[in-house]
């Protein structure tokens, strides 16, 4: 164990941001996501939801400045608005003030987009349409 590391951190999902470049991605899936089937590096945070890992990784990961859209959702067919969004959207701005907008693509092209990802989250998360990708930026000093 370490000091202020939050315990929602394994050592995998530490050690995996850590080895992320800039214009990685990283998926975090909801409980029904096929995390095995698309993961290149899969890390498994079961009985942890999106919304708390999300706010543990943004302690410590920089958000892709040099892209529109550093965060994708994967939209419902019938466009609407899960309520999960909105909790996404508090916890980027608290570490991420100039965030401006999601990108939101398809439930396919989400999984395209997930093939390619540098590692992906399988959670416990129950709320449907809560998977997300975030872009790993730079830390300027």
């Known amino acids: 164990m370490l000091k202020n590391i939050p315990s929602i951190i394994s050592p995998d999902l530490m050690h995996t941001m850590m080895s992320m470049g800039h214009g990685d991605t990283l998926v975090i899936g909801d409980g029904n996501f096929a995390a095995s089937t698309y993961a290149k590096r899969l890390i498994r945070l079961d009985g942890h939801n999106n919304s708390d890992i999300l706010d543990a990784i943004m302690k410590f990961f920089m958000l892709d400045q040099f892209t529109k859209y550093p965060v ?5 067919n019938d466009n609407s608005k899960p309520n999960i969004w909105e909790d996404y959207y508090n916890i980027i701005i608290k570490y991420e003030p ?10 396919f092209s989400f999984y395209e987009k997930a093939k390619n990802a540098y590692a992906c989250i399988a959670t416990g998360e129950t709320s449907i349409y809560a998977c997300l990708i975030i872009t790993k930026g730079v830390i300027i000093k």
């Not at 994708?72 to 419902?76: E, G, I, R, W």
């Not at 100039?98 to 439930?107: A, N, Q, V």
């Open 72 to 76: 994708t959702l994967m939209k419902p």
């Open 98 to 107: 100039s965030f401006k907008e999601f990108e939101y693509i398809d439930r």
